[in-house]
């Protein structure tokens, strides 16, 4: 018989909670939009945005698994949309930003506001197709620390405090980017992308972190090689999926 291990219960646990805020959101906007639509219009117009909503594929409180932070309790937000195309993505059903439901910002905060931490980690698909100047704006008048998770690959956007630079040959990460990244994050897929790495390490700043991670279905075969190789290279450190092993989100 199938047993309900403890990461399909997490799985589960997340999508009940993420149903919930979803029908929360639409009741919402049902009710404003009765209440008082004019207020709506005049909001637009005058460039206030409190009603701004983006897509959520999920949003859930868990630890960090990867990075430097590991260890840390945080609020994941992770939007939909990605035209990166890695063929090894564990999150392709991310990709399809109209898959997702349209969350207002305000309960996008509202909601990671609920728990204790304060430390929200933005991350995708690829967020930064999306602007996130007013998501962050807002987290940060609830005083969270920010963290985003991106390939580099659309411009910076928001106020963010650490920048996880996840470099994809499929489509490249911006110029701009590398020297404001504080991470820097290779998932390690074949060997000749540590060769790769290498070359990505010589476009960031000296205080970047360099990581190199195993992607996950050749991290057997690949960690030892990464270990020596991290030995030979010590400025890079190994990261590795710790939430995996956790059996968490
Ligand atoms: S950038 Fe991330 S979300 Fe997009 S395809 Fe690659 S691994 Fe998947």
């Not at 805020?21 to 117009?45: G, R």
């Amino acid at each position: 018989m199938h047993s309900f291990c403890a990461v399909e219960f997490a799985h589960l646990h997340r999508i009940i909670h993420f149903l919930t805020l979803n029908y929360e959101t639409k009741m919402q906007t049902l009710s404003s939009s009765k209440i008082d639509e004019s207020s709506i219009s005049m909001k637009k117009t005058l460039g206030v945005s409190s009603d701004t909503t983006l897509p959520v594929m999920e949003a859930f409180y868990t630890l960090q698994g990867e990075g430097v932070f590991a260890g840390h309790a945080a609020y994941f937000i992770r939007l939909g949309g990605c035209d990166v195309g890695c063929f090894w993505c564990d999150v392709k059903e991310s990709w399809d930003k109209e898959a997702h439901p349209q969350l207002s910002i305000s309960q996008i905060v509202k909601e990671a506001s609920s728990f204790p931490a304060r430390l929200a980690i933005i991350t995708g698909g690829e967020p930064l197709m999306h602007n996130l100047n007013e998501l962050t704006e807002e987290l940060k008048k609830e005083g969270f620390r920010i963290h985003i998770e991106t390939s580099g690959a659309h411009p910076l956007s928001g106020t963010l405090d650490w920048i996880t630079l996840s470099p994809k040959r499929f489509k490249k990460p911006l110029k701009d980017i590398y020297q404001k990244s504080h991470e820097l994050k290779m998932v390690i897929y074949a060997l000749s992308d540590l060769e790769w790495a290498q070359t990505e390490a010589k476009k960031v700043s000296d205080s970047c972190v360099l990581l190199i991670q195993p992607e996950w279905s050749k991290s057997e075969k690949n960690l030892p090689i990464l270990i020596e190789f991290v030995k030979e290279n010590p400025r890079w450190k190994l990261s590795l999926q710790t939430h995996k092993f956790m059996n968490i989100p």
